[in-house]
């Protein structure tokens, strides 16, 4: 299951659902003009933007005061009003320009002669990091008849060389529920998933049990590790989506014995 909220069909329904609300008919015009130019994809954030009630909690929300508009992210900033001590500033969030959530992250590993073999990390150098970083896979992917949909097209033909297979065939896919990576600064959440790869037809696997396969000289590299150097590795992940898919998926399935401690 994906946790997106859908847009409302058109934008004409979107802007009636806005002015229904108090605050938005004391939002200026110049802050609506904004709005009502927004590009189609834009609409998520709109849909989303509709359910603020004037009323959250003990604030008041007076108006939409500026909205700051990017490529991919929007901060909407509000002037609010604590009802209890009738105090008025500002409170802002950032949110994707696709809404509450932009779609599904998670981890793949690959299964052969029925139990998980290997997993795969994948590291690229992150703008806002200016670092290179190991980083989930996912984005606006979805599952169907054993593909993964939307998958990078360059990460996907790589994983495919390295395992030498001529087909991504996805055995089992978990949707592991949302994350939400940032509760107090974004309003949004993605969903976490595991995909287990079929290498049932690998060439390499065989020859890969203690050892492990890297890519370098591409924008990311793709590495595929043996299952049982996964406690190794989790120290050194910082991403929030890799650690939580992993214990997610061990928790929820156990009978997946995907390790998360070293033995002794």
Do not use: C
């Not at 992940?237 to 890799?242: A, L, R």
């Amino acid at each position: 299951m994906n946790y997106l909220i859908q847009p409302p069909k058109t934008r004409t329904q979107t802007l009636s659902n806005l002015e229904a609300l108090t605050w938005y008919q004391n939002t200026s015009p110049d802050i609506k003009n904004i709005i009502y130019h927004l590009p189609t994809e834009f609409d998520g954030f709109l849909a989303d933007l509709a359910t603020k009630t004037d009323e959250i909690d003990n604030l008041e929300i007076l108006r939409l005061k500026d909205l700051k508009v990017g490529n991919h992210l929007v901060i909407p900033i509000f002037e609010v009003r604590q009802e209890n001590t009738n105090q008025v500033f500002t409170y802002e969030y950032v949110s994707w320009k696709q809404g509450v959530n932009p779609g599904y992250k998670g981890i793949l590993l690959v299964e052969n002669q029925g139990k998980i073999t290997h997993f795969i990390t994948k590291q690229t150098h992150k703008f806002s990091q200016n670092q290179v970083v190991y980083d989930s896979f996912g984005g606006f992917i979805s599952y169907s008849q054993d593909t993964l949909q939307n998958f990078p097209k360059n990460q996907e033909l790589e994983i495919l060389r390295q395992l030498g297979l001529n087909k991504l065939k996805i055995k089992q896919f978990f949707d592991l529920g949302p994350l939400t990576p940032d509760i107090g600064l974004s309003n949004h959440y993605t969903s976490l998933f595991a995909a287990i790869i079929d290498g049932s037809e690998s060439l390499h696997l065989n020859s890969l049990t203690k050892q492990r396969l890297a890519t370098k000289g591409l924008s990311f590299s793709i590495t595929l590790h043996p299952i049982e150097k996964l406690p190794n590795l989790i120290p050194q992940i910082h991403d929030s989506y890799f650690l939580a898919s992993i214990l997610r998926l061990a928790t929820k399935y156990p009978h997946l014995n995907i390790p998360l401690t070293a033995p002794f």
